[in-house]
């Protein structure tokens, strides 16, 4: 789809045609569910955080600025609904503290895994935990760029921020993610290209 064909359908969804946002939705909401689930850590809450951003844009789809891509007003929505999420879910975490804990959710999982699958999955689980305690404006430019594959140009306009503060915060998430997991560091991927 070109950028023309995305902004007239952008300008008819925000003319009201419910077709003209269904067909923005479709064409977005697996980038978008990526960006999310990235952000909560939890795929169940990632969906919902979803279906919350697009009504989101339903209600606010005429303050579009035609001047500007879709896609990072429609990223710009959604990373602010998971940032309400998150500071929900502290909420709940806290409530949950004082609630008795199921013991069958604590259980493994009878099957066995080989031993490769249950230390890629451990390091995988370790990265993930580590990502979530990376605070949330140096998370968001790094998740959009290294593992959604915007270049910093691109989500510097999501953020609304400057592309060298997109290029900063990502250094200081990498450096505080090696902090964290410093064995996994080796590992990681050179930094994303600029553009």
């Known amino acids: 789809m070109t950028d023309t064909d995305e902004r007239a359908l952008a300008a008819a969804a925000a003319g009201g ?8 939705m479709r064409r977005h909401k697996d980038r978008l569910f990526r960006i999310i689930r990235r952000l909560v850590s939890d795929e169940d809450a990632a969906l919902e955080v979803l279906q919350d951003s697009f009504v989101a844009m339903w209600r606010s789809i005429g303050r579009l600025d035609p001047q500007r891509p879709f896609l990072a007003w429609a990223t710009r929505i959604a990373i602010n609904k998971a940032r309400d ?7 709940r975490r806290a409530i949950r ?3 008795p804990v199921d013991a069958a959710a604590q259980q493994a999982d009878p099957a066995p895994l080989a031993d490769e699958q ?3 999955a451990r390091d995988v689980q370790r990265v993930a ?6 605070p949330a404006h140096l998370r968001e430019p790094l998740v959009l760029t290294a593992i959604d594959g915007l270049s910093y140009a691109q989500a ?7 592309r060298k503060a997109v290029e900063t915060r ?7 993610l090696s ?3 410093p064995d996994l560091a080796s590992a990681a991927p050179a930094p994303p290209g600029a553009d």
């Open 17 to 24: 045609s419910e077709r003209a946002f269904s067909d923005l």
């Open 85 to 91: 999420w998150r500071r929900r879910e502290r909420v």
């Open 97 to 99: 503290a004082f609630l």
């Open 118 to 120: 249950v230390a890629a």
């Open 129 to 134: 935990a580590a990502l979530a305690e990376v």
């Open 156 to 162: 510097a306009d999501v953020l609304g921020i400057s």
């Open 170 to 176: 990502i250094a200081r998430a990498r450096a505080h």
């Open 179 to 181: 902090r964290l997991c």
